[in-house]
């Protein structure tokens, strides 16, 4: 078994909605688990294509999958609830990133390990730190050091 954490997404067809469901099928993917989560947190979109705001959070599972497995996994969640890839940072059903999973650190067309960009994404990066302060992202450092509380456009918990 091995940690993985994951990152969710949403800004379509009642996004917290979309999470809450997505955090169900997370822990019903083979061999693996949901250990821990995060509340939600509500942020500004991020990229240059105008659209509704973001409800994101982030998972722990425990999983014997590798990473590649484990990414086909997160895909089939997404295409589940409808997903369409489009528009590269355009609005969204639901996504699905896997962000690091265990001290791998990997770089190939279809995964990257960290997730690129973590360090820059504090709406990763809060919800990560509410349930794994103490992480070390391989290559990057530990995820209480690089998340920033304030931040311009702001994110927000989301009281539910």
Known sequence: MSLAYVGLGSNLEDPVRQITHAFELLD????????????????????????????????????????????????????????????????????????VHGDREIDQPELRLPHPGIAERNFVLLPLREIAPDLVIPGLGRVADMAVDEDEPPISRIQT
């Open 28 to 99: 019903e993917i083979d061999d693996s688990h949901v250990i821990a989560r995060s509340s939600l947190y509500h942020s500004a979109p991020f990229g240059p294509v105008e659209q509704p705001s973001f409800v994101n959070a982030v998972a722990l599972l425990d999983t014997k999958l590798d990473s590649q497995a484990l990414l086909l996994s997160l895909q089939v969640i997404e295409d589940s609830q409808g997903r369409k890839r489009e528009i590269r940072w355009g609005a969204r059903i639901l996504d699905l990133d896997l962000l």
